[in-house]
């Protein structure tokens, strides 16, 4: 479990990074705004990386802790800590020769969110979940 949990945090980040350079891209090609002096193309795919494998050792660490609870509190963690994360991009004061500081939350805060879907759509072809067979007729 722990090796499949640490490659899905791996790839999972490293197709968030990708995507956040696709939507940096496309962000450019539509704002003209340029952000590669705060948020390099190195930075970009460094922090992606680095937060789905500490994603992956997250998610291993609480399913080992918290076995049948452990996947459904890591998820809510993992929420949490994307949207509080989005505080940053917007409290931070960019330097003055950089054009256009206004624009900066929005291609900031889509990336942060990159991780957790990259990890959410991934999951289920690294981690199989046991489903319980339920009578669908029950009840009815």
Known sequence: MFKRALLLGLVSGILA???SLIYT???FGTNE???SKVASTVSVLAASTLGGVLAGLGYWLL???LKGKGEIIFNLVFVILSFASILTPLAVRLPLEVEFPELFPGLA???HFFPALAWFTLKPLFIQQTVKNYDSTAGV
């Open 17 to 19: 990074g990708v995507a």
């Open 33 to 35: 705004a340029d952000f």
């Open 25 to 27: 891209k496309v962000y």
């Open 63 to 65: 399913y080992k802790l």
């Open 109 to 111: 805060v889509p990336m």
